[in-house]
């Protein structure tokens, strides 16, 4: 219910960051990695079209994250991110971005 709800939010056409949230979740949700990786990135791009750099960061992280483990290259994703979470003066929490020593 609540995937089938982000599902219509990230339909909208506005460019909201609300909208580009709920389509960044909805993304998470693809099934196949490399799409949903390919999406969560465009999403990243849009955010940080939007001055949301910390959102992107985050997103290209994921983007990242959901790309190696489709087995394709998320460096430029990582990368993306590692300058974005600098930009912002913030230090990622989990895991190591891949391809990167920044931690995410």
């Known amino acids: 219910m609540a995937a089938n709800s982000l599902r219509g939010l990230a339909a909208g056409a506005s460019d909201s ?10 993304a998470l949700l693809e099934p196949d990695r490399t799409l949903a990786a390919e999406r969560v ?7 940080e079209a939007m001055e949301h ?18 087995g394709t290259p998320a460096g430029e ?3 993306r991110a590692a300058v974005l979470y600098a930009a912002c003066s ?7 971005l891949p ?4 931690r995410r």
Do not use: M
Not at 41 to 47: C, D, G, N, S, V
Not at 60 to 70: E, I, K, P, S, T
């Open 17 to 26: 960051p609300v909208v580009a949230h709920a389509e960044w979740a909805s």
């Open 41 to 47: 990135a465009q999403t990243a791009a849009r955010l």
């Open 53 to 70: 750099r910390l959102a992107a960061a985050d997103a290209y992280a994921d983007a990242a994250w959901l790309a190696q483990r489709a």
């Open 77 to 79: 994703w990582a990368g």
């Open 90 to 96: 913030a230090v990622p929490l989990l895991e190591a």
């Open 99 to 102: 391809a990167s020593g920044a």
